[in-house]
């Protein structure tokens, strides 16, 4: 499937002189008399490595079509991350140069989707939040309100974020897992 360069958006994944690549960010520009750009950042689905690259506005892209099938995260055993699939059980083994940074947010029993393209396994769809326990953190503050100030708590997958002041070792926090940043308390 093919859609012009000017289509493009973040978020999808093309294939782009024989690679997949998932879009980043999409700026169109058209500089005075001359032919317009679409100015793309983009990672590697292979590699992991981000690509800037100028696609010509009446340029046609391949636009890959994923398959996304809902798993249960079950461990880990060192770089090798297991899950399940929900509903006929079948187990798949994915390594941790293949999730990248998403091994920062999977705590056991978290559902989520994992992407296949022609029938293999190429990654995961993290949900938009994740509640997660605070392993490390310093002492809180009992008089403190939510400001600008913060300081850094490691939760238990090691992610390290910055939580407000009142935030005590623990205690389970909301976590953004597009930005890797405190949301709020989970209840």
Do not use: C, W
Not at 85 to 104: C, F, M, R
């Amino acid at each position: 499937m093919t859609v012009k360069a000017t289509q493009l958006r973040p978020g999808m994944v093309i294939r782009h002189e024989g690679e997949l690549y998932t879009v980043f960010s999409v700026d169109h520009r058209t500089p005075g008399n001359k032919r317009g750009s679409m100015q793309t950042r983009m990672r590697s689905l292979r590699t992991g490595s981000i690509v800037d690259y100028r696609f010509r506005a009446e340029e046609f892209v391949e636009r890959a079509i994923l398959d996304e099938i809902e798993y249960e995260y079950l461990y880990a055993e060192g770089e090798i991350y297991h899950f399940m699939n929900t509903e006929n059980y079948d187990q798949i083994s994915l390594s941790h140069d293949l999730l990248g940074d998403a091994v920062d947010y999977l705590i056991p029993n978290i559902h989520l989707n994992v992407e296949f393209y022609e029938g293999k396994a190429i990654g995961v769809v993290l949900p938009d939040t994740v509640d997660m326990k605070v392993v490390e953190t310093e002492p809180g503050i009992k008089s403190a309100t939510a400001s600008s100030v913060t300081k850094p708590a490691k939760l238990e997958t090691g992610l390290v974020i910055q939580v407000p002041p009142f935030i005590d070792a623990g205690e389970k926090v909301k976590v953004d897992t597009t930005e890797g940043r405190y949301i709020q308390r989970a209840q």
